[in-house]
């Protein structure tokens, strides 16, 4: 039994130690003034919501070391920073209210805070992705299953370049964020997009149908893309 017991103990360390060796990444950190400091960061894929509120960046000179003190370890807030990159994704800091997942999430005091959040698009409107901060004590049910929800439905974000606010995807009415692009626009009140067609003169079907499509941010994802394209 005590056999046992320990080989599950050490078999669990050395997961966890690969899993975090496998997600150190290079990163560039660009400072409120401009400025840029290179180094490497854990962006864990378990929890994505750690690297929203701060990051702690380290010099390439600990590349490969099994252990990285506090004391080498630089740490930014997101108040501080502009944004962070690594592997090609981007995010930047942004004052949102990240929604909870039910009574599992938070909305972190039901206020917009800082928060790194990832851009997915960039243009005349940005879409962003964040994620839901998890409680501090779970009831019912396992922090596995928690992590796993938050993991698998991220919150969207849509940005218009023209005034710079950062809107919750679900209180977004698209049709008028793409006016400006008339084949989008009317491509859109098609339902060319695999979307629903929309009909004149019918005010609430229309805003329903819109509800009900911003809970697909991959459809909305496709449409802001083209808009952009077009507005270029």
Known sequence: MKQTFLTTILFA???STTWAQANIVDVVVTLKDG????GLMNAS??????????????DESFRGAKKIKNKDKTKYKASE???YEFNGRYFETKKVMIA????????????PKMAMIERLEEGEINVYKAYAYPPSVASGVS?????????????YFLMKQSDGKVKSMHSVD??????????VSTKFANGDYGNMKRKEGKGLGNFIKGQIENE????????????NKEME
């Open 13 to 15: 360390f050395l997961c």
């Open 35 to 38: 400025s840029k400091v290179e």
């Open 143 to 155: 922090f596995q299953e928690i992590y796993a929800d938050i993991r698998d439905n991220p919150e």
């Open 174 to 183: 698209i049709t008028k964020w793409i006016a400006d692009a008339e084949t």
């Open 45 to 58: 894929e378990r929890s994505p919501w750690q690297i929203q509120k701060m990051i702690a960046v380290w």
């Open 216 to 227: 697909n941010p991959e459809l909305i994802l496709t449409v802001v893309r083209e808009f």
């Open 81 to 83: 920073l502009e944004g």
């Open 100 to 111: 909870g997942r039910g009574d599992h999430g938070s909305t972190l005091g039901a206020l």
